[in-house]
């Protein structure tokens, strides 16, 4: 009797071979070297009330995209950049309805998928430099508010769905990196939202009704810096969100309804993490209704899959050698009896393989190596003089890994 490990090793190989025959004739091959400053500025001021504002600033030194509708597409992607992608957003003003801000910076970029076929994704990024993200938002007054601000060295995403993809990637970076959100408002009417994210090298991959195998390389250089920040101040909050993630390396995979897995045995995913990791988010509210969330997340290394209804595998080596930190404070007072949370939480090395398997009996299993070299600390505050409840969590983990299945 052929074992499982066999004929799911023996389905990817022909698999591969496969789809190297069947989309000979679409195949191609990227080649991109960024030798010079990247920088997108965008500023917008408002005098007035205005129903709806949107400010949006973007700065990538390479990007790379293969995408087809349907049918079978291969790739391969080399991209190089050596310089400084700098993206800054300013939305400053009176007041509005709606306000959204959105500010992306990174290095290098790839984006490949296909639907009804089989999507092969060969790519190898290195980045150096740095990477700037920085938003600032200064707005009287707003019913909703929305801010996203994102600095990563190396991405690349893949999605097929009724199909096959096939994604294997290498990302280096030695590059800084800095992400920050500086927000100063009166108030706003129902909730007010403000994330930042700061990362070395992030690969990720979505499927549906599709098998999904996938392997990474990923390594950040010692000496460098990742470092997420959130600021906000208001005078009247209400339902306020305030959050950082900063992470060195992270490889993704969200599956649904088919064979799902984030390395191989033999071949695992691979994360070597050497940079100093550094998550931040700070939140002063004069007066808050509703909930209110400081939150800072830091990692060194984050391997996560999780799937739908199909057997699951992970097969991780995480090495982290950088010092990992977060802090999170949260300063205010409630008189209508609102909630505040404040969360921090840093880990060396996190795995995670996640099967929901209702209606059907998927297995999670493979191997995970985790070794920890490098300081962990999170730390937490809350000073609430008035408010109906407070819970604050502060959490450091050298190394976390599981395995779980989820359902009957």
Not at 45 to 53: H, L, R
Not at 103 to 129: C, E, F, K, R, V
């Given at each position: ?75 391969t992607?080399?991209q ?45 990024q ?5 990477i ?18 994102t600095a ?33 408002a ?47 101040y ?114 060396g ?60």
């Amino acid at each position: 009797m052929i074992s499982k490990k066999t004929r799911i090793s023996t389905l990817l190989a022909l698999a591969m071979s496969a789809s190297t025959i069947a989309i000979a004739q679409e195949a191609g091959t990227i080649d991109q070297v960024q030798m010079g400053d990247v920088w997108s500025d965008m500023n917008v001021y408002v005098p007035d009330y205005t129903p709806e504002v949107a400010s949006t600033s973007t700065a990538v030194g390479n990007a790379a995209a293969a995408v087809r509708n349907s049918g079978d597409i291969t790739a391969t992607v080399r991209q190089d950049f050596n310089a400084s992608a700098t993206a800054t957003n300013s939305l400053r003003g009176y007041s509005a309805d709606t306000a959204v801000s959105t500010t992306t910076a990174y290095g290098n970029a790839i984006t490949s998928g296909t639907d009804y076929g089989t999507n092969t994704l060969w790519g190898t990024q290195t980045a150096s430099g740095t990477i700037t993200a920085n938003s600032e938002m200064e707005l009287l007054g707003t019913a909703t508010v929305s801010s996203a601000t994102t600095a990563i060295a190396n991405v690349s995403s893949s999605d097929n769905n009724f199909g096959t993809n096939i994604a294997d990637q290498t990302q280096y970076s030695s590059a800084n990196v800095r992400a920050e959100t500086d927000a100063d408002a009166c108030c706003d009417g129902y909730y007010a939202s403000y994330a930042t994210v700061a990362g070395g090298n992030a690969t990720s991959s979505t499927g549906y009704t599709s098998s999904n195998y996938n392997r990474a390389l990923q390594k950040t250089e010692a000496g460098s810096t990742i470092t997420g920040v959130t600021d906000v101040y208001m005078n009247d909050g209400t339902n306020v969100t305030a959050s950082t993630n900063s992470f060195g390396n992270s490889a993704t995979v969200n599956n649904e309804w088919g064979y799902a897995t984030l390395g191989l045995e033999g071949a695992p995913t691979t994360q070597v993490n050497g940079a100093d990791v550094d998550a931040q988010s700070y939140v002063t509210l004069d007066h808050w209704s509703g909930f209110a969330t400081s939150s800072a997340y830091g990692v060194g290394n984050s391997a996560l899959i999780s799937n739908i209804g199909s057997d699951t595998a992970i097969y991780a080596d995480q090495t982290n050698d950088g010092t990992v930190g977060s802090q999170a404070s949260f300063t205010g007072q409630s008189w209508t009896g609102g909630t505040g949370i404040v969360t921090s939480t840093a880990i060396g090395n996190a795995a995670t393989a996640t099967v929901c398997n209702y209606c059907s009996d998927g297995a999670v299993g493979g191997q995970i190596n985790q070794v920890n070299n490098g300081q962990t600390y999170a730390t937490g505050s809350a000073h609430v003089a008035y408010g109906g409840a407070v819970y604050g969590s502060a959490t450091a983990i050298g190394n976390s890994a599981t395995l779980q299945s989820i359902g009957d």
